[in-house]
């Protein structure tokens, strides 16, 4: 495949984002010729010059901030959440202080239904229009006519390894045709319990892939797909050592040999292990039982006191500069089509960041669990997690 067109090929895996289509989303708008003067002025700021951030651990780039600080004379508060569960109920609760977050946009769909952001103003974002058109249109099925989600960065919920460590743990056994089969089936999660396995620690990461791995829709909204999912979980729950959504050191330290994990910070914990001289391959699979596909974006609550502020960092994060960066330094793609002639080789090479076609059409599709559902999803999980 075209190493050009590859982001946009990932469109097509997630157009099932909120399981109805969506009318052609417009063309990001083009700035108001009256607003070029004020663009080469520099953007409109809020007097106080602050800017909070909520995101993601391990997911910005080293100079992000800093480089945002200097040039527009902002102090950024950058604190981090583990999971969407984690971010949902800071907003929900009101008050956050939070000026930009980054809800992931399948979770962030009921967010947005229930008035928790308010709407992005194009007209003070200059670089919008260095998105992909066709990779905006997919966050529509959550976020009609893109009112509220900017991309952040996407990737897919998979299962990763330390192949030595696998290997020798399965003594000759061979690897399973769906690598699922590591972590959801106790003939192999028995024998890497010794060598360790890692999950993601929160309902909405784990129950989508394991509804998805005992043959239900991902993002079931029946109580009876939970059982099945729980019954599974329960025979391998014995053999998970640790439960993280932070995992790269424990995967760069050899605290474990298969994770259920996000594909970038996979790939970030295996360059770690090449900077310092390791010498065990930590792979992110591509399980022909398919990934799940995320989309991480920035969103402005409702009740944020430095919009302003808030516009400018959005714009700065969508030059080309910075969404290449994501991609290079973190193995994250952004959506940033701009950025595209600007990632490393090496990086577009990755089949692991940027999937071939095959792997492509594997991965299962974004989406995400109604509130109705939020009880059945936490119990589950809960259950699974204390094991009884
Ligand atoms: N290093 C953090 C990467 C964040 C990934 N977000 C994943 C959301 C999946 N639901």
Redesign the pocket.
């Known amino acids: 495949m075209k190493k050009q067109v590859l982001v946009l090929a990932i469109s097509a895996v997630l157009l099932a984002a909120c399981g109805k289509k969506e009318e052609p989303v417009a063309a990001p708008a083009a700035p108001a010729p009256a607003a070029a003067p004020a663009a080469a002025a520099g953007p409109v700021l809020d007097d106080e010059k602050v800017l909070n951030i909520y995101n ?4 910005i780039t080293e100079n992000m901030i800093a480089d945002f600080e200097k040039e527009f004379g902002i102090k950024v508060n950058y604190d981090t959440f583990e999971n ?1 569960e984690a971010l949902h109920a800071k907003l929900v609760a009101g008050n956050s202080g939070y000026d930009i977050v980054v809800p ?1 946009a399948g ?1 962030g769909k009921k967010q947005i239904e229930g008035g928790l952001y308010q709407p992005i103003d194009r007209s003070k974002i200059p670089n919008y229009a260095n998105l992909d058109p066709e990779f905006m249109e997919k966050i529509a099925g959550v976020d009609p006519e893109n009112k509220h989600f900017v991309p952040w ?1 996407w ?1 897919f ?1 998979t299962v990763g390894i330390n192949k030595q460590k696998v290997e020798r743990a399965l003594g000759g056994m061979p690897m399973p045709e769906n690598a699922w089969d590591l972590v959801f089936n106790p003939e192999y999660s028995s024998k890497l319990r010794s060598c360790g396995i890692i999950y993601l620690d929160s309902p ?2 784990i129950l989508p892939v394991a509804l998805h791995y005992v043959g239900k829709p991902a993002y079931s909204e029946n109580p009876e797909d939970f059982k099945a999912a729980g019954e599974m979980l329960a025979k391998v729950r014995k053999d998970i050592r640790l439960f993280s959504s932070t995992m790269i050191d424990d995967i760069a330290g050899g605290k474990g040999c298969a994770f259920v994990g ?1 594909s ?2 996979i790939n970030i914990a295996a360059d770690r292990v090449k900077e310092t001289g390791g010498k065990d391959e930590i792979v992110p699979l591509l399980p022909t039982g398919g990934g799940l596909v ?1 989309i ?1 974006t920035m969103a402005i609550p409702k009740d944020a006191k430095r919009v302003n502020n808030a516009h400018a960092f959005i714009d700065f994060f969508l030059r080309a500069e910075n969404g290449a960066a994501m991609a290079n330094e973190m193995n ?1 793609p952004t959506g940033n089509k701009a950025a595209l002639p600007m990632i490393k080789d090496e990086v577009k090479d990755n089949k692991t960041i940027f999937l071939s076609d095959e792997d492509t059409a594997r991965l299962i599709p974004t989406g995400g669990f109604s509130t109705e559902i939020s009880s059945v999803l936490n119990a589950t999980y809960n259950t699974f997690k204390r094991g009884r």
């Open positions: 993601w651990p391990d997911y969407n992931t979770f960065g990737g919920t909405s990461e996000w970038g910070d995320f991480d994250y």
